[in-house]
């Protein structure tokens, strides 16, 4: 799911601001070469691995991505002009023998899907895409994932405390709005509407498919609306940031409801998927690793985050407050964590054959079922998990 130009949502439309400056760090390495003069460690991707491993995410730089900028915090070049920052992609400290793109994405690829970018550009190695993304485009571009970075997604919908005081589960929603005459809005084409919708959670007298991504309209409504978001950044926001407001939200995960997509799983294109199988074997790990490592110490890689958001000028703002925010929050509800299990990153079974059930009978109504005869087993693979890798 994409996000929209101030907060989270569906694809939206927009102007994309361009700044066109390049900064570097000093002392880092070339963008297209990886560092001929630093020595490679124990895990070496050099010969498996595209020189430069190149990941399109599915947003401007922030905290949920973490991950990706704990590989290169230390080390790297930023193009303003392409929303991209490079550096030699390290793992546990070492150098891996090959460098590291991070692309921004949301406004820096003007809002289409990750999928679709991932097919116009081949040199993009892997790249964001949620299950339900992955389910709906499966006919059209396919993408196979191979890490899930966060186990739960941080879509909510979110609402005032003091005007719903008994309001605690998405359960309990759809009574509490039609009582108040209050609506939710969220950003039309989320087809998690269509979920609730279908096990009668929801249904057109409450839901307005307006929302633009900013605040006003909430704000406006007096705390009578509820609204779409990420848990892990608007509670922060609304309550410190956006000044109209300046006070707590409640919230209730997507996920409790049932609609259980894996977030921004890092996925290859399936056609890709045995080519890159070798390096994969490598790298999946070292994401991981990655992963353990940003939320146990996540400032310097914060650092990275808050400079690029600055330097790429997309006209999202992201300050060290919702970073903060966001890390202990992903921790919190468990957001970001080894699940079920005792392994981080890895997909659970039945959880993924449940909503591929779910999100292809929403697909099929829509009129965008998935691909002729595809399974679970075409979307995702635990094949190059590390099992012993864990919070």
């Known amino acids: 799911?994409?996000?929209?130009?101030?907060?989270?949502?569906?694809?939206?439309?927009?102007?994309?601001?361009?700044?066109?400056?390049?900064?570097?760090?000093?002392?880092?390495?070339?963008e297209s070469a990886p560092a001929a003069d630093m020595e490679i460690g124990s895990v070496d991707l050099s010969t498996d691995c595209p020189s430069t491993v190149v990941i399109?995410?599915?947003?401007?730089?922030?905290?949920?991505?973490?991950?990706?900028y704990e590989m290169i915090k230390d080390d790297y070049t930023i193009d303003a002009n392409t929303k991209a920052v490079t550096g030699p992609l390290m793992s546990d400290g070492e150098y891996t023998g090959v460098n590291l793109e991070i692309r921004a994405g949301g406004p820096a690829i003007g809002f289409q899907t990750v999928s679709a970018q991932m097919y116009q550009d081949d040199a993009i190695t892997l790249g964001y895409v949620s299950t339900d993304e992955a389910i709906q485009l499966s006919g059209t571009t396919p993408t196979k994932a191979v890490f899930a970075p966060l186990d739960i997604s941080p879509t909510m919908v979110m609402w005032d405390p003091a005007t719903y005081p008994n309001v605690k589960t998405v359960d309990d929603v759809k009574g509490?709005?039609?009582?108040?005459?209050?609506?939710?809005?969220?950003?039309?084409?989320?087809?998690?509407?269509?979920?609730?919708?279908?096990?009668?959670?929801?249904?057109?007298?409450?839901?307005?498919?307006?929302?633009?991504?900013?605040p006003s309209n909430f704000v406006a409504?007096?705390?009578?609306?509820?609204?779409?978001?990420?848990?892990?950044?608007?509670?922060?926001?609304?309550?410190?940031?956006?000044?109209?407001?300046?006070?707590?939200?409640?919230?209730?995960?997507?996920?409790?409801?049932?609609w259980q997509t894996y977030q921004s799983s890092v996925s290859v294109k399936a056609g890709d998927f045995d080519k890159l199988s070798p390096c994969l074997e490598k790298l999946v790990p070292v994401l991981q690793k990655a992963g353990v490592a940003y939320y146990k110490d996540p400032s310097a890689a914060n650092d990275l985050i808050l400079k690029l958001v600055d330097e790429y000028a997309t006209g999202w703002t992201y300050t060290q407050g919702v970073a903060d925010y966001s890390v202990k929050t992903q921790v919190d509800l468990g957001l970001v964590g080894n699940g079920p299990d005792a392994t981080y990153g890895n997909f659970d079974e039945g959880r993924f054959d449940d909503f591929f059930t779910k999100a292809s009978k929403v697909?099929?109504?829509?009129?965008?079922?998935?691909?002729?005869?595809?399974?679970?087993?075409?979307?995702?693979?635990?094949?190059?998990?590390?099992t012993s890798i864990s919070f």
């Open 176 to 214: 509490a709005l039609s009582a108040n005459g209050g609506v939710w809005r969220y950003f039309d084409g989320s087809a998690y509407i269509e979920y609730l919708k279908s096990a009668g959670l929801a249904d057109s007298a409450i839901l307005d498919g307006s929302y633009d991504g900013t």
């Open 363 to 386: 697909y099929t109504d829509l009129g965008t079922p998935p691909a002729s005869g595809y399974t679970p087993a075409d979307l995702y693979t635990n094949q190059f998990i590390d």
């Open 1 to 30: 799911m994409q996000r929209s130009t101030l907060l989270r949502g569906t694809a939206v439309t927009g102007a994309v601001a361009i700044a066109l400056t390049l900064t570097s760090c000093a002392g880092s390495a070339a």
């Open 56 to 68: 399109q995410t599915d947003w401007n730089p922030e905290a949920e991505h973490g991950h990706l």
């Open 221 to 258: 409504a007096g705390g009578k609306d509820m609204q779409q978001g990420f848990a892990s950044a608007e509670p922060y926001v609304y309550q410190n940031e956006v000044s109209a407001w300046g006070k707590p939200v409640d919230f209730a995960l997507i996920h409790d409801a049932g």
